[in-house]
């Protein structure tokens, strides 16, 4: 009976009263993936797309499969014009329901405006490093090094002054960049810079392992192939390099 109640109020326009409703419903049974998504769309209609994207992950949280989550993660991240993110929940979506051909559209359509939203930006106009990594992100993705390596570039300059994870993050990333140019030099230096933030990070030392192969410094390389084995374990890149580097420096000796 509630349920119906619930559904007439959304309906007939009535959000405010279907928003209550739905909440009153969250606090009996709070496990409930329907009610959180529910409440989700009804959000969205009043154009309280943050609130539509909260219930939407929380709907996600308790059903990870059920494809309605991830669509309405996708209608709310729409909204609030984070397209490269809406792009994914609709990818996710259409995983549990490839045929689905209202999901296929807000997909192009996503895809359509992260396309725009990147070309109309440069990265001198962003004040937000996390932007310019994804965008840079976007461009790598879609093989252009030259404008990755800049939005990259901007990402580390907005955050250099107090360096972090993400600024070693995009240290790496650049240094992609600058492998795929062939830019080795370029990837050392890079690679180099990250592992100075985050003296962890295991890709920053697969990173310039793989450049130090390309510049035929074989025990450098080894060295940073060992290091990502004792990093991360069971990364068949690394063992596979350390072989053979380590056969490359034997044979140099």
């Not at 154009?47 to 994207?53: E, G, K, R």
Request: charged share 30%; proline share 4%.
């Amino acid at each position: 009976y509630q349920r119906r109640v619930h559904g007439e109020c959304f309906k007939a326009g009535r959000y405010p009263e279907a928003i209550k409703f739905y909440s009153q419903a969250i606090q009996l049974d709070p496990t409930n993936e329907t009610l959180y998504s529910n409440r989700a769309a009804t959000y969205s209609a009043t154009n309280d797309h943050s609130n539509a994207l909260k219930d939407a992950q929380k709907c996600v949280e308790l059903k990870p499969t059920w494809v309605k989550g991830h669509f309405r993660m996708g209608v709310a991240l729409f909204k609030l014009h984070r397209f490269e993110e809406a792009v994914r929940a609709y990818s996710k979506a259409l995983e549990y329901e490839p045929s689905n051909e209202d999901i296929q559209a807000k997909h192009n359509e996503a895809r359509s405006a992260m396309k725009k939203q990147v070309q109309g930006l440069t990265p001198g106009r962003v004040t937000d490093p996390l932007e310019c990594k994804k965008t840079g992100n976007t461009q790598f993705k879609e093989g252009k090094y030259e404008e990755a390596i800049a939005w990259y570039t901007r990402a580390i300059e907005l955050s250099d002054r107090s360096p972090n994870e993400d600024t070693a993050m995009c240290y790496t990333n650049r240094a992609a960049c600058y492998a795929q140019t062939h830019s080795f030099k370029q990837v050392v230096a890079d690679a180099s810079d990250a592992i100075a933030i985050h003296p962890k990070y295991s890709k920053a030392y697969l990173r310039r392992a793989m450049a130090y192969e390309s510049l035929e410094k074989w025990q450098k390389a080894c060295d940073d192939y060992k290091m990502v084995m004792e990093l991360d374990p069971g990364t068949s890149l690394a063992t596979e390099g350390f072989r053979r580097a380590q056969k490359f420096a034997k044979e140099t000796m």
